[in-house]
């Protein structure tokens, strides 16, 4: 079970990571109370998240880890909340981030 925290730490800072930048683009250049707000409180919940899973994850492996699944979540949102279609090399990229966040995280961590 404590094996499987610094991961579960990873998923909530990439959630919060996410809805934040999602809450950042709806702030509209952090001229709108609300948004501006809520992309503050998760850009922090984010770190506390990312601060947890360091205790055990390298910090490499843990930013690589958290940027790459940040990116993905990120792209997403952008296609279902704001009608953002990637094209194809952006598409191939995407692919390739998660490749290397699989590669990273399967062959990059000694145990």
């Known amino acids: 079970m404590k ?3 610094p991961y579960f730490f990873l998923l909530l800072a990439v959630l919060f990571g996410t809805a934040s930048n999602s809450f950042a683009k709806s702030a509209e250049g952090f001229s709108l109370v ?3 707000l809520l992309s503050a409180i998760t850009i922090i919940l984010c770190m506390y998240g990312l601060s947890n899973v360091m205790k055990t994850v390298p910090i490499g492996v843990t930013y690589a880890s958290f940027a790459g699944l940040c990116i993905l979540a990120t792209s997403l949102v952008g296609i279902f909340k704001f009608a953002q279609i990637p094209n194809l090399y952006t598409s191939i990229g995407l692919i390739l ?5 699989i590669i990273v995280n399967v062959f990059g961590v000694e145990n």
């Open 97 to 101: 981030i998660i490749a290397g966040v």
């Open 3 to 5: 094996a499987f925290l």
């Open 34 to 36: 609300l948004p501006s």
